[in-house]
């Protein structure tokens, strides 16, 4: 089993930044994929952005230039920076790790909310 811990959200205005976090423990050696989601009060949980082991990264495209995934195997944990942050970016957002195996695991959430 993996267990993941998000953490980093909070109230930014518009045009600023925020830096969310996610620590995996347990079974972190099947840990292949690792990715942040986000799902906006009334909207479905959508893909935000995702990078493998080896720091191959995929963003979502309205989001690609504004969002920075990175990963750091030794403190198994991922990171999103978002800059130039939008009221439509207000969501909670997810992380996600796929295993090896193909199992995917959620973190509790992280809220963001864009406002002045």
């Known amino acids: 089993q993996v267990q993941l811990v998000d953490s980093g959200g909070g109230l930014v205005q518009p045009g600023g930044s925020l830096r969310l976090s996610c620590a995996a423990s347990?079974?972190?050696?099947?840990?292949?994929?690792m990715g942040w989601y986000r799902q906006a009060p009334g909207k479905q949980r959508e893909w935000v952005a995702d990078?493998?082991?080896?720091?191959?990264?995929n963003y979502a495209t309205s989001l690609k230039g504004r969002f920075t995934i990175s990963r750091d195997n030794a403190k198994n944990t991922v990171y999103l920076q978002m800059n130039s942050l939008q009221p439509e970016d207000t969501a909670v957002y997810y992380c996600?790790?796929?295993?090896?195996?193909?199992?995917?695991?959620w973190g509790q959430g992280t809220q963001v909310t864009v406002s002045s």
């Open positions: 996600n790790v796929l295993t090896q195996l193909g199992l995917s695991h």
């Open positions: 347990g079974s972190v050696f099947s840990i292949n994929t």
């Open positions: 990078i493998t082991r080896g720091g191959i990264t």
